[in-house]
């Protein structure tokens, strides 16, 4: 089970502080109530065209866990109040996800340092061939990059009811690079798809034995 989020620094701040505090306070105060199985946060290192978040984290969970009972009462409020100390809670835009492997082996814990292209993609059309599209394109750059050390794709399914918090992209294509490598460049998506965004990313991803040491869901 998996859940997207974009996230941006509050009016006022920068992308630097929000990383900072995001990595040094929030993540640890969010992994203390949620019982993740894996979670990663992609920082924002660079983009093609100007984009309003800073941050794609993604939170994945055993199959049976009811988030929102977690993510209520008590825990709600904290993080509430801890989410004002530095992010814009209007720019919250969660969504669940469907992860599909293209190309590559499958996800372990990511390096310090890895680096992953975000192709941020919408539907040209309501059509099906939307996903076969993606997915071909995702396979297709695999080929020709050797350096791509993995691809994945991401489909959103599960959005917000209102336009307010909504997920702005249908699917997120992901290409991993080693570290400190560059962005690929030039890329073009088929007919089916509309490249909405091309954004260089850090990954930051906490180690299975951090999750369960920071786990402490009666701690308050």
Not at 132 to 148: K, V
Not at 173 to 192: F, H
Request: glycine share 4%; net charge negative.
């Amino acid at each position: 089970m998996k859940s997207v989020c974009l996230l941006s620094h509050r009016p006022g701040s920068t992308r630097a502080a929000f990383r900072d505090y995001y990595e040094n306070n929030h993540f640890r105060l969010g992994s203390r109530y949620f019982p993740f199985r894996k979670y990663v946060r992609n920082h924002v290192l660079s983009s093609v065209d100007d984009v309003d978040f800073d941050v794609l984290t993604e939170f994945f969970f055993d199959d049976g866990i009811d988030v929102a009972a977690v993510h209520s009462g008590r825990v709600r409020e904290i993080l509430d109040e801890d989410e004002k100390r530095f992010m814009d809670q209007r720019l919250i835009r969660p969504a669940g996800a469907e992860e599909v492997l293209l190309s590559g082996s499958a996800r372990d814990i990511a390096p310090a340092g890895t680096r992953r292209q975000l192709l941020m993609l919408k539907a040209a059309d309501a059509s099906a061939a939307f996903r076969d599209a993606a997915s071909a394109w995702g396979r297709q750059l695999a080929a020709a990059h050797d350096q791509l050390q993995r691809v994945s794709v991401d489909y959103i399914q599960v959005q917000a009811a209102s336009d307010q918090g909504r997920f702005p992209f249908d699917a997120v294509l992901s290409l991993w690079l080693p570290a400190e490598a560059d962005a690929l460049r030039g890329l073009s998506p088929p007919a089916a798809i509309e490249l909405q965004a091309d954004v260089l990313t850090e990954v930051c991803e906490s180690p299975p034995e951090l999750l369960r040491e920071l786990y402490a869901p009666d701690a308050f």
